[in-house]
C-alpha cells in the first residue's frame, strides 16, 4: 500500500493569506489544494458584473495567479501537484495563463482544466426539464433565465483525478463540490476505484476538516484563549491514507494548534446533518472517531460512506434589487430614547424613498461611567434594501440630511459619506441537477478531452435520519449553578444558502450526556430569542460528543442577499455561548 498522501490547504476562500502559498509548497506536500469559491464570495464577485452579464465568463482569480508565479519553480522542482478551483468561471483561461507563465519560465509543467460546472446557457432547457427546483423545498425556480447571473454545478472528483492519472502537475477547475480538491488527489494517489466509497467519505471528511484553511487549526475557534500561539494559525495538511484514514496536522513552525476539539469544531461546521451529500459519495458523519495522535495531530478513522445522490447542487445567482447601509453611533445618556428619534427619521425619508426593507442593528450599549467616549458609543447600522438604486441611495442621503436636526452627538461613519449609492444586491438559489444531465470534462495537457461519467451507482436521497430526543430530565444531574453556556460547551457555525448551521459540542465528555438532555430544539430556540418563522432541525453527533443544528431560513432570502449585520451567522455560535444557563456544578471546575 502507497504512504499516504500529504495534501497541503493554502485558501479556504477567494483573498485568503497571500503567503500562504508559498508557505504551502515549502512544507514538504505530495500536493496543495485551494478553495477560492465561497458561496458569498461568488455573490460579490457576479455582483461586478451584472450590467455587463458577459464579461463574467472572462474572469478567474489572478490573485491566485500572483501567488503561483513566483513558486513555479520550486513546484517543479519538488514535483508538487497543485488543485484549485481558482479558475471560478473561467478555468481554461487561468490555465492558458499559467501555460505562459510555465513557458516563459521554461519549465516543464503539465497544466489541466475541468469543465462541465457551467450550466447557464443551458439553465432555460434544464428549468423546462423540470430541473434546477430548490434543494430543500423543491420550489420551482421561477426566475427568467435571461436575469441569472450565473449558474454553476457543484462537480465530483473524479475529473480531477482523471487530469492527475493523465500526468497533470496543475489542475484548475471552476465550481466544484468543496471536497472534490481532496477526493480526487486521494483517490489518484491510492488508486481508488468509484465504488470504493467508505475510502471515499474517509477523504470526503478529511477535506471537510481542511478546506477552510486555518478553521482547522485554531483560527475562529471557541477554544482560541487556550491556544498558545493563537495571532495567525497555520494552513491544515490531511496525511490521507489507502483506507480512507487521514491525520490533520500543520508545519510545525506555524502558528495554532491541532487538537481534536479545532478539528470537532470544523467537523460541526456547515454539515446538514448526520449523512452529508456530496457528487461522489454520500458520507456518513456520524461514523467518524477523532484521536489525538501526538502534538498538532488528530487521527480521523471510522468514516463510512454510501452511494451519492442521483442530483448535485447547482449554486444559482441573480440581481434581487440594490442594497445600502450607513452606521451611526448615539453616545452617552438616553441611547435608547436617541434610537427612537433615529428610526422615527428614518420613516420619515422612507415616505419620499419608499425602501422595501428598512432594518436598525443595534450594537451593544454604554458602559456606566464611561473611562473615554468609545465606552460611551453605541454603534447603529441602518441597513436598506429597494428595486433600484435610486430609492437607496435617496433615502441614504435624505436620511443623513438630517443630522443637523437629529440627535445630539450626531455624526456618521465618514468613510461612507461618499458612497451612499444602492449596491447590487445578489440572491442565491442553491438548486439540484440530474448528475447524469452534465457533461463533465477534463482538457488534458496534450490537447486530449475526456468525459467523466456519473458515478456508477446513485440513490435517492431520502431525508436526514432522525435524533429521537432525550428523555432524560436535565434535572437529574443534580445541583446547579447559572454560568455562561461556554464554559461547558464550544460552538461554531456558518451559512448555506438561507440556513445557518449551528454545531454545539461539549468541551469535556463527562458534559456529553447533560448537554444531550438539555440543548433541546425548544431550549436552542429560547437562547437565541429564534422566531416561529424559522424551523429547527436537531441531529446529535455522539462520536464528537456534539449536537448539529440547522436553522433553516435564518437568513431570508438567502445568505448572500439578507441585510443582517452578520450575513452569514459567523457570531451565532458565540452568541449562544454567552447565554446564562443553570449548568449542573459537578461539570464546573472547581
Keep these: 500500500m502507497a504512504r499516504p498522501v500529504r495534501i497541503a490547504n493554502f485558501s479556504g476562500a477567494m483573498g485568503d493569506r497571500f ?5 504551502a509548497v515549502h512544507g514538504d506536500p505530495d500536493v496543495v489544494i485551494g478553495d477560492s469559491m465561497a458561496e458569498i464570495t461568488m455573490s460579490m464577485v457576479v455582483a461586478g458584473f451584472h450590467e455587463n452579464r458577459q464579461a463574467r465568463r472572462g474572469f478567474f482569480s489572478e490573485y491566485f495567479l500572483r501567488q503561483l508565479r513566483p513558486q513555479l519553480s520550486a513546484i517543479a522542482g519538488k514535483r508538487i501537484k497543485v488543485v484549485t478551483n481558482a479558475g471560478i468561471y473561467h478555468p481554461a483561461g487561468l490555465a492558458e495563463a499559467i ?23 443551458t439553465a432555460k432547457d434544464l428549468i423546462a426539464d423540470g430541473q434546477l427546483g430548490h434543494l430543500e423545498t423543491g420550489a420551482v425556480l421561477d426566475r427568467d433565465p435571461g436575469e441569472l447571473l450565473a449558474v454553476n454545478a457543484y462537480l465530483g472528483a473524479w475529473g480531477i483525478k482523471t487530469a492527475l492519472d493523465a500526468g497533470a502537475d496543475i489542475v484548475i477547475t471552476g465550481r466544484v463540490a468543496d471536497a472534490s480538491l481532496v477526493t480526487g488527489p486521494a483517490a489518484w494517489w491510492h488508486g481508488w476505484d468509484r465504488d470504493e466509497l467508505d475510502k471515499i467519505a474517509g477523504a470526503t471528511a478529511a477535506a471537510h476538516i481542511i478546506e477552510c484553511g486555518p478553521q482547522a487549526t485554531g483560527g475562529n475557534f471557541a477554544g482560541f484563549t487556550g491556544i498558545e500561539d493563537n495571532t495567525l494559525p497555520g494552513f491544515p495538511i490531511a496525511e490521507v491514507a489507502g483506507d480512507g484514514s487521514a491525520v490533520i496536522t500543520k508545519r510545525p513552525e506555524d502558528g495554532g494548534a491541532v487538537t481534536v476539539d479545532t478539528v470537532t469544531a470544523q467537523l460541526m461546521y456547515e454539515i446538514q446533518g448526520p449523512r452529508y451529500l456530496n457528487p461522489d459519495v454520500t458520507w456518513h458523519t456520524d461514523s467518524l472517531e477523532l484521536a489525538q495522535d501526538g502534538p498538532d495531530r488528530v487521527r480521523v478513522t471510522g468514516a463510512r460512506g454510501s452511494a451519492a445522490p442521483e442530483t448535485t ?12 447601509a450607513t452606521w451611526l453611533f448615539p453616545t452617552g445618556l438616553d441611547v435608547d430614547v436617541k434610537i427612537d428619534v433615529l428610526k422615527a427619521q428614518a420613516e420619515r425619508a422612507r415616505q419620499d424613498h419608499p425602501v422595501g426593507e428598512l432594518h436598525f442593528f443595534v450594537c451593544g450599549q454604554p458602559v456606566p461611567d464611561p473611562r473615554n467616549q468609545w465606552q460611551a458609543t453605541v454603534a447603529v447600522q441602518v441597513a436598506v434594501a429597494a428595486p433600484d438604486a435610486k430609492t437607496v441611495s435617496g433615502f441614504l442621503n435624505q436620511f443623513c440630511s438630517y443630522g443637523l436636526g437629529s440627535i445630539p452627538g450626531f455624526y456618521i461613519d465618514m468613510t461612507q459619506m461618499y458612497s451612499m449609492a444602492g449596491q447590487p444586491r445578489i440572491d442565491y438559489w442553491p438548486g439540484l441537477v440530474r448528475q447524469a444531465d452534465l457533461h463533465h470534462q477534463v482538457h488534458l495537457p496534450d490537447g486530449r478531452v475526456l468525459d467523466i461519467a456519473p458515478p456508477p451507482n446513485t440513490a435517492p436521497f431520502t431525508g436526514q435520519p432522525e435524533t429521537a430526543a432525550s428523555t432524560t430530565d436535565p434535572a437529574s444531574f443534580g445541583p446547579v449553578r447559572t454560568v455562561p453556556f461556554g464554559q461547558v460547551a464550544y460552538a461554531r457555525t456558518g451559512d448555506k444558502g438561507a440556513n445557518a448551521n449551528l454545531g454545539v459540542w461539549a468541551r469535556d465528555a463527562a458534559a456529553w450526556p447533560w448537554l444531550a438532555a438539555f440543548l433541546t430544539v425548544a431550549r436552542l430556540r429560547e437562547l437565541l430569542s429564534c422566531p416561529d418563522t424559522v424551523a429547527i432541525e436537531r441531529y446529535e453527533q455522539p462520536n464528537l460528543h456534539g449536537i448539529s443544528f440547522v436553522l433553516r431560513g435564518y437568513f431570508p432570502p438567502s445568505g ?6 452578520d450575513q452569514i451567522g459567523k457570531s451565532l455560535g458565540e452568541f449562544l455561548r454567552a447565554r446564562h444557563v443553570d449548568v449542573p456544578t459537578t461539570l464546573l471546575p472547581a
Design 313 to 324: 447542487k447547482v449554486g444559482v445567482n441573480f440581481q434581487r434589487g440594490y442594497r445600502g
Design 99 to 121: 501555460r505562459t507563465e510555465v513557458a516563459a519560465q521554461g519549465l516543464d509543467l503539465k497544466v489541466a482544466h475541468v469543465t462541465g460546472d457551467d450550466l447557464t446557457d
Design 560 to 565: 448572500s442577499a439578507n441585510l443582517a449585520l
Design 19 to 23: 503567503s500562504a502559498f508559498e508557505e
